[in-house]
């Protein structure tokens, strides 16, 4: 019924109509799900950011397939940065299930419309939204079907995607000192004032609820590793957490959950820090300005 996304949560398998009753399945394991938040319990499962976001009925953006497919992600941040003029695309795609190959029109009469630099942002979130959304639309729907039999959508609308995650998963004992012994730096080092600034905030000045959605925010999932933060995963094995030094102040902290890395700019002082990184993880997807 699911598929291992790359940054290890599980998304609906778009191919699971290979079942007849793989519908039937998906509104039992929303039941399921449902049934838990019902009853307080929490369940040891983690879902893509895309698909909490369909649970709650909200809208996916185009970055948030990097979860799921990166190496698709950076083809379309590709796209985004240079010139198609001479691609000769259109709003089409081919859909590939057990090796039927079937073309689908991204908007009406997509494929008699080029892909052009005034048009291709739309053409990029149209794109994402087919793999992330409409390619498991039914999916989406006999999930939705079995978890608000059980929980009302008014209940759960106050919350954003990575807090439903923590609501279905609970808070999980998160031993900042260990993922502190496992981290990579690229651009700093363990003495760069906005490391030190890091830390402090991370072990200090944030909540328990704070670091489970940091660890959401940053790896994809408020999971913790078994055997700590140096088993942690990647999507090419064995990945530990990596703060990357990026320049753009005016930018909020920045994750890739792939690579359990967070891009991060060398902030003034602690409490500019702090107000950063918590309205990135608390607000956005993970990507914007401040």
């Not at 991204?106 to 794109?127: A, F, R």
């Amino acid at each position: 019924l699911f598929t291992h996304s790359a940054d290890t949560t599980f998304q609906p398998n778009k191919d699971s109509f290979i079942n007849p009753h793989h519908l039937d399945f998906f509104k039992f394991c929303g039941r399921i799900i449902g049934k838990a938040i019902f009853d307080g319990a929490q369940m040891d499962v983690h879902f893509t950011r895309s698909f909490y976001k369909h649970i709650l009925g909200k809208k996916v953006v185009w970055r948030d397939i990097e979860a799921i497919d990166p190496e698709f992600y950076k083809n379309l941040q590709w796209l985004l940065e240079h010139d198609v003029t001479d691609l000769d695309m259109n709003f089409s795609v081919a859909s590939n299930s057990f090796g039927k190959v079937t073309p689908v029109d991204l908007i009406p009469n997509g494929s008699d419309i080029p892909v052009t630099e005034e048009n291709k942002e739309q053409y990029i979130q149209c794109i994402a939204e087919y793999k992330m959304t409409h390619t498991i639309e039914k999916q989406i729907a006999a999930f939705k079907d079995g978890f608000y039999e059980l929980i009302p959508h008014t209940l759960v609308s106050m919350f954003n995607e990575l807090e439903l995650g923590l609501l279905i998963s609970g808070l999980p004992d998160i031993d900042i000192q260990d993922l502190k012994r496992n981290t990579e730096y690229r651009g700093y080092t363990t003495d760069s004032p906005v490391v030190r600034f890091f830390w402090d905030i991370v072990m200090n000045r944030f909540t328990d609820a704070d670091r489970a959605l940091f660890l959401q925010f940053v790896t994809g999932s408020s999971q913790v590793p078994l055997d700590g933060f140096a088993s942690l995963q990647g999507m090419n094995g064995l990945q530990k957490f990596r703060i990357v030094r990026t320049e753009d102040t005016k930018r909020l902290p920045t994750a890739h959950t792939c690579f359990n890395q967070l891009d991060l700019p060398p902030y003034k002082t602690e409490d500019e820090l702090e107000r950063q990184l918590l309205t990135a993880v608390k607000e956005t997807s993970g990507f914007g300005f401040a």
